[in-house]
């Protein structure tokens, strides 16, 4: 068996060798790969870009083959061809003819890869293309990742047809450094203290990963800022050292002084009616971009701190919006000069919001993209649901003023605010994976709130999500990150498709894993909308649920002996170790809402503790810093 490439280049043989090992372990026989300087001839598999095929296959028609991706699977002849509008849509393409065949990726890592038994290769009968749904389809770091747990999310994005990947900063040093000094796990063996240079080797690993996937990478956002003062830009890092009245005079007149918002540079905005202001945050773009040939998407972000914007009587005759609007009319001509294929994504968020008003975008160069960030919105509704809110006018607030809508109707009518002030290409920067999976582990909901969140999005005109997001959410298994994947590309994820993930990631248990986690979803009865799970259970409620936990355990924990596969037994393992921390969670839950406080931090701190413990067994799963932190806050 063969498969013979159509481009010299290292994505398409990347294609190609993912066939040759997945096809050959499946079937069990080798499979060669070699390169073909034209397609057809030969009883074999051929990849390639879609130009390579003279016409021989057909794709559906994409916008821009540079942002947007399709595939075309189909037989001609004795010939399978594998093609794509682009590179990393053949890659693509040739995991979708693996599905095609039986495998199946459930999370990232090895143990996500299931690869089963074939008799035969079929080249024949094949006759499918698909283009995405949508443009903007990624994952950005968040939370405390290893550098294997990177590197084994960007390469389990293509098997799942995600096509972007954020590395926050100038470096992702804050990131890395929650992983490797692992400050909330003294137990933790292995702790490093990371310098800046070791963080950006880390990086240039993860990049050069990206690359050879030709995945878009988008990097920077929060930063500029600190970066116009020459100070720590790379994490909400605090800075002690006196500024000279030069830089004073560049940061925010707030509350009548000037300086540092609560010592955090990254957090502090500019005098943006100071030209010299001006001219350093955007020199500080532009040099940045002019050294990093390799970024897709530039992110030019304000500050990470809601109502800090400069009260000066010169700034204080626009808006954070306008000012921000000017900023980027500054920027995006020049960047369109230094850099013509490098995007500029731009953030609607909190004190920006609101769309400009007196200072128009100018979109003539045609480098800018939308990003629009609800970060307060509710988890308990789809984006759209007319019930979460309440009918009221949606004013803009004063400068400083800024309170941030709760209810989805208030933050879907502000995306519908910007209108044709913005450009068309757009995504969200959405946030199911950073924090409110740690509430939702408790209900499991998930899975069914972001299709309907997709649907919302391209009914109003936005391509895609980046997800800000932890690498390790896929506890107690990875159904919901799987779901945004598969509906980001238009792939459907309902019954039929659950039912097939179950069972391959629980073989001969899936029922009952299915029986339980629909049981707990349904019994928990959160997410409620402004209520977490910890906030909506009444004792009634907690009791019905540990009885739940308490009468499962032997059934779940006999699942793991049944395990037949790697993934399976992960799968298995991991939903025994959900069932554990949950049954110290809601014990806790029902002593606090008894009057038991001592109790429930006994309770509350066996959970802690358990984590610590078991976190080599769980840590591809489970980001058990962010655990940590949110069990540390119900103790509080």
Known sequence: ?????????????????????????????????????????????????AQRFDGAVSLPPVKDP??????????????????????????????EYLRMLGAEWLW??????????????????FQAMSAAASRHRGVCIEGAPALEHVLDMVEWMPRVGLNAYFLQFQISTHFWRCWYEHSLNPTWGDCAELSEADCESLEGRVVAAAKRRDLLLHRVGHGWTAAALGLPANGWFPYRG?????????????????????????????????????????????????????????????????????????????????????????????????????????LAYLDTLWPPRRVELDLSHDNLVYMFAPISRCYGHR????????????????????????????????????????????????????????????????????????????????????????????????????VMARGLWGASAGPEEKARYFARAYGQGSDTAVSFLDQLAELSGAPVH????????????????LGLLESREPELTALVREAGTPAQLRACRLLVHYRQLLFSLWRARRDALSGDSAGAKEHLSNAEQFLRETEAETAAALDTYLMLQYVSRLAS
């Open 530 to 545: 402004s209520l977490s799970w910890w906030d909506a259970a009444d004792e009634s409620r907690a009791n019905t649920v």
């Open 242 to 346: 006196e500024l000279d009245d030069e830089l004073v005079n560049l940061t925010a007149k707030v509350g009548g002084r000037r300086g540092l918002w609560y010592d955090t540079p990254i957090n502090t905005e500019l005098c943006y009616s100071n030209p010299q202001a001006r001219k350093r945050m955007v020199d500080a773009v532009l040099s940045y971009a002019s050294g990093h040939p390799e970024v897709d998407v530039l992110h030019f972000w304000l500050s990470d701190a809601v109502n800090n914007h400069c009260e000066c009587d010169a700034c204080s005759q626009m808006s954070p919006s306008e000012w921000y609007a000017m900023l980027l009319n500054e920027v995006s001509p020049r960047l369109k000069q230094a850099a013509p294929g490098m995007k500029l994504a731009f």
């Open 108 to 125: 990232p890592g090895e143990d996500g890869e299931d690869l089963p038994r074939i008799v035969t290769v079929p080249l024949g009968g």
């Open 1 to 49: 068996m063969k498969v013979f490439t159509l481009n010299q280049n290292a994505t398409v043989t990347l294609a190609a060798e993912e066939l040759a090992r997945c096809l050959g372990s499946m079937a069990g026989m080798k499979v060669e790969v070699r390169p073909a300087s034209r397609f057809g001839g030969q009883a074999a598999i051929y990849v390639g870009s």
């Open 383 to 482: 984006l759209a649901d007319p019930v979460c809110g309440n009918d009221h006018v949606l004013e803009e607030p004063a400068l400083n003023q800024v309170m941030m809508p709760q209810g989805n109707r208030d933050n879907l009518a502000l995306l519908r605010l910007w209108g044709s002030a913005r450009p068309d290409d757009a995504f969200a920067y959405d946030y199911h994976f950073m924090a409110i999976w740690l509430q939702d582990n408790m209900t499991v909901r998930l899975a069914d709130l972001i299709p309907q969140d997709l649907a919302d999005y391209r009914e109003n005109g936005v391509g895609g999500i980046i997800n800000c997001c932890t690498q390790r959410a896929f506890y107690p298994n990875g159904w919901a990150y799987y």
């Open 66 to 95: 540079m942002w947007d991706d399709a595939w075309g699977i189909q037989s001609v002849g004795p010939s399978l061809a594998i093609a794509g509008v682009n590179f990393r849509s053949v890659l693509m393409g040739a995991y």
